[in-house]
């Protein structure tokens, strides 16, 4: 036993080397890898679609000044879009990692650089001339004429639907043969005169059924007959809307909800449960109806406490996405942030084939299990997929605190988070930066849980904890 305490040690820092190096070389490969693809694509879309489509791998370099439709970036705080003219959309809602992503060499190029600079630095001695003193005043850098083209094109050119590389099944494109664009809704419980109503907003890569098929069917009959359970598919996901014109920013998902739901529906006064990205947008709804939220319950929440000086949205993504091979989640969010091309090539062999993984599924299982799971993972876009991921999860970043704060000056609800101790996904320490924001808001922890089966695997235990919860909020 003391030989394994000795040498356990040892290991672990094998292991991280060991993990550092391998994440090194492979991440330098996938980098080719989407170059290589960016190109590959280009040409796919002019044959297919006769037109060259821009993508965001265009460097954020060269000079070019505001107006006449040009796009201006503020050198402070989040160097984010701030302008476009000719457009209704406000783009200061578009996240710079869209579109400033560097390679992992030129990161560690560019830190070896600096780190040279700063030794040579310390032992050289200072001089200053008064030509070389930067002047005082707003100072302003943009980025490459291409970006702004493209995002010109998907505000004011509606792009056919959907894309080549898209499913066109009916399952995934049933939303276009309504008359009105709305979200795709699952109601359960009262139908008329519902005493309370309660929202449920999935999260990344997920749908309603998130909630219909784990939930619904475990609240009690007393739940069912006082409350009106609204679950929405979000824009981009499930059986909603994905229009490919649509940047998916947090503005046009609030918006989405609030004309499918909570104006047909006559939701004045509701409870939300909400889990993973789907945390921010009802942190936001929250923060926007502050009157009519009767109860909070976040699961697993994104929320990462940016330190001083940092960048928001460029912190945030190297949190959730930091580049490693291992834990396997930890990898499969960084191919899903870092990587337009390659994401899109995991789109197009999965979701446009989604019919055949389904079969498939069911044959190898014998249709044993429920294959849920399975079909939201499928139900969506790479437009809409990639621009949440970014535009929400991390452009939302430098928002969360003034939300945070929000929710616990304006409202007087109660706010309850869980988070399950194993998820390697968001880290547990999310939920407790929320409770130093939100003093009132209490975490419980959920032991051998992840960031699916805090939900999936106990749905009875949690449909029971959600209804003392909203019981306890009416009395």
């Given at each position: 036993?003391?030989?394994?305490?000795?040498?356990?040690?040892?290991?672990?820092?094998?292991?991280?080397?060991?993990?550092?190096?391998?994440?090194?070389?492979?991440?330098?490969?996938?980098?080719?890898?989407?170059?290589v693809?960016?190109?590959v694509?280009?040409?796919a879309?002019?044959?297919?679609?006769?037109?060259?489509?821009?993508?965001?791998?265009s460097?954020?370099?060269?000079?070019?000044?505001?107006?006449?439709?040009?796009?201006?970036v503020?050198?402070r705080?989040?160097?984010?879009?701030?302008?476009?003219?000719?457009?209704?959309?406000?783009?200061?809602?578009?996240?710079?990692?869209?579109?400033?992503?560097?390679?992992?060499?030129?990161e560690?190029?560019?830190?070896?650089?600096k780190?040279?600079?700063?030794?040579?630095?310390?032992?050289?001695?200072?001089?200053?001339?008064?030509?070389?003193?930067?002047?005082?005043?707003?100072?302003?850098?943009t980025?490459?004429?291409?970006?702004?083209?493209?995002?010109?094109?998907?505000?004011?050119?509606?792009?056919?639907?959907?894309?080549?590389s898209?499913?066109?099944?009916?399952?995934?494109?049933?939303?276009?043969?309504r008359?009105?664009?709305?979200?795709?809704i699952?109601?359960?419980?009262?139908?008329?005169?519902?005493?309370?109503?309660v929202?449920?907003?999935?999260?990344?890569?997920?749908?309603?059924?998130?909630w219909?098929?784990?939930?619904?069917?475990?609240?009690?009959?007393?739940?069912?007959?006082?409350?009106?359970?609204?679950?929405?598919?979000?824009?981009?996901?499930?059986r909603?809307?994905?229009?490919?014109?649509s940047?998916?920013?947090?503005?046009?998902?609030?918006?989405?909800?609030?004309?499918s739901?909570?104006?047909?529906?006559?939701?004045?006064?509701?409870?939300?449960?909400?889990?993973?990205?789907?945390?921010?947008?009802?942190?936001?709804?929250?923060?926007k109806?502050?009157?009519?939220?009767?109860?909070?319950?976040l699961?697993?929440?994104?929320?990462?406490?940016?330190?001083?000086?940092?960048?928001?949205?460029?912190?945030?993504?190297?949190r959730?996405?930091?580049?490693?091979?291992?834990?396997?989640?930890?990898?499969?969010?960084?191919?899903?942030?870092?990587?337009?091309?390659i994401?899109?090539?995991?789109?197009?062999?999965?979701?446009?084939?989604?019919?055949?993984?389904?079969?498939l599924?069911?044959?190898?299982?014998?249709?044993?299990?429920?294959?849920?799971?399975?079909?939201?993972?499928?139900?969506?876009?790479?437009?809409?997929?990639?621009?949440?991921?970014?535009n929400?999860?991390?452009?939302?970043?430098g928002?969360?605190?003034?939300?945070?704060?929000?929710?616990?000056?304006?409202?007087?609800?109660e706010?309850?988070?869980?988070?399950?101790?194993?998820?390697?996904?968001?880290?547990?320490?999310?939920?407790?930066?929320?409770?130093?924001?939100?003093?009132?808001?209490?975490?419980?922890?959920?032991?051998?849980?992840?960031?699916?089966?805090?939900?999936?695997?106990?749905?009875?235990?949690?449909?029971?904890?959600?209804?003392?919860?909203?019981?306890?909020?009416?009395?």
């Open positions: 036993m003391a030989l394994v305490a000795k040498t356990r040690p040892v290991l672990v820092v094998c292991g991280k080397i060991t993990n550092e190096v391998l994440s090194f070389l492979v991440f330098c490969l996938l980098d080719i890898l989407d170059l693809l960016c190109y694509y280009k040409v879309d002019f044959i297919m679609e006769a037109e060259w489509r821009p993508c965001y791998c460097s954020a370099k060269g000079a070019i000044t505001s107006g006449g439709g040009k796009i201006l503020s050198e705080g989040e160097s984010k879009v701030v302008s476009l003219s000719s457009s209704k959309l406000m783009l200061e809602e578009v996240s710079d990692t869209l579109y400033m992503r560097p390679s992992l060499v030129s560690v190029s560019r830190s070896t650089v780190r040279l600079k700063l030794d040579n630095r310390a032992t050289a001695v200072p001089f200053y001339s008064p030509s070389k003193v930067r002047r005082s005043g707003r100072s302003t850098f980025i490459n004429s291409t970006i702004v083209e493209m995002l010109q094109g998907r505000v004011s050119v509606g792009r056919p639907v959907p894309q080549w898209d499913c066109d099944c009916r399952h995934c494109t049933s939303w276009s043969s008359g009105r664009k709305t979200l795709f699952r109601a359960a419980g009262v139908k008329d005169k519902a005493r309370e109503d929202l449920f907003i999935h999260g990344f890569i997920s749908s309603s059924q998130f219909t098929e784990t939930l619904f069917p475990n609240f009690s009959d007393s739940a069912k007959a006082t409350y009106r359970f609204l679950a929405i598919d979000l824009l981009g996901f499930g909603s809307p994905k229009p490919n014109d940047l998916y920013t947090l503005r046009e998902h609030l918006e989405m909800i609030e004309q739901v909570l104006e047909p529906y006559k939701v004045n006064s509701f409870h939300i449960v909400a889990h993973s990205l789907g945390c921010i947008l009802a942190l936001a709804l929250a923060v109806h502050p009157g009519s939220i009767k109860s909070l319950t699961l697993a929440p994104p929320y990462y406490q940016v330190p001083k000086g940092a960048q928001a949205t460029q912190y945030v993504m190297r959730l996405a930091p580049r490693r091979v291992w834990p396997p989640i930890a990898f499969g969010a960084s191919l899903v942030c870092w990587y337009e091309h994401t899109r090539t995991a789109c197009l062999v999965i979701c446009k084939n989604h019919r055949f993984w389904e079969s599924t069911k044959l190898v299982t014998r249709n044993r299990i429920r294959t849920f799971l399975f079909d939201v993972f499928f139900s969506h876009t790479h437009n809409s997929a990639w621009h949440t991921l970014h929400v999860i991390c452009g939302a970043a928002k969360l605190d003034t939300y945070l704060d929000a929710v616990n000056d304006l409202l007087k609800c706010v309850t988070i869980f988070h399950g101790k194993d998820d390697e996904l968001i880290p547990v320490e999310c939920s407790y930066n929320v409770q130093r924001r939100i003093p009132r808001a209490h975490v419980k922890v959920i032991e051998n849980k992840d960031h699916i089966t805090i939900v999936v695997g106990r749905q009875k235990a949690f449909a029971g904890e959600l209804e003392e919860i909203w019981r306890r909020c009416s009395s």
